[in-house]
């Protein structure tokens, strides 16, 4: 069974980065009155392409959940950063040829936290917890294809259980 552990910068380094405020540094712009929380995360494109900004509206896959493919995105970084103040999971799994089932990782992410894939971190499409929540989601824009999909065997049984 597949348990989310919590997501921090550290345990979500191989994967990416985790776009949040608190604990983070800061440095004071527009007179004072704002926090810059800086470069949280960096964007990547293969050269040509573009960077994009999109909003998903996702409802949720029924719990607990049968994993039974990734993806991937080769040619650029995506991130998602929730916008309606709700909880939601990440399923990952490190970058390769394949994803291994036994690599695969989940995070429950804070309505607080964004997470950045890296490019071609191996992820599962926007896992939801709240019906219709939205998502600001940041990636790439170019020509070619950006998204590798992985079916798991039938015998791989990777299930995921939020709580
Ligand atoms: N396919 C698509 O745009 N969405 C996925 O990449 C995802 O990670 O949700
Ligand atoms: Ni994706």
């Not at 997501?7 to 994967?15: D, G, H, N, R, Y």
């Not at 049968?66 to 993806?71: A, K, R, S, V, W």
């Not at 709700?86 to 997470?115: C, M, T, W």
């Amino acid at each position: 069974m597949l348990k989310p552990e919590p997501l921090t910068k550290e345990s979500f380094t191989p994967f990416g980065d985790v776009i949040e405020a608190e604990n983070r540094d800061y440095f004071m712009i527009n007179n004072g009155s704002t926090r810059r929380y800086h470069k949280l995360a960096t964007t990547q494109v293969d050269e040509g392409s573009g960077v994009i900004i999109n909003i998903f509206q996702a409802t949720p896959l029924s719990y607990p959940l049968h994993i039974m493919m990734l993806e991937r995105h080769p040619k650029g970084s995506q991130a998602f950063m929730p916008l309606l103040g709700n909880d939601y999971l990440v399923v990952v799994a490190p970058p390769g040829e394949v994803p291994e089932p036994d690599s695969i990782r989940a995070f429950h992410a804070k309505a607080s936290q964004g997470v950045n894939y890296h490019r071609g971190v191996w992820h599962h499409p926007v896992l939801a917890l709240t019906p219709n929540d939205q998502f600001l989601v940041v990636d790439r824009d170019g020509v070619g294809n950006n998204c590798d999909e992985f079916f798991f065997s039938e015998q791989i049984r990777v299930i995921l259980a939020p709580n």
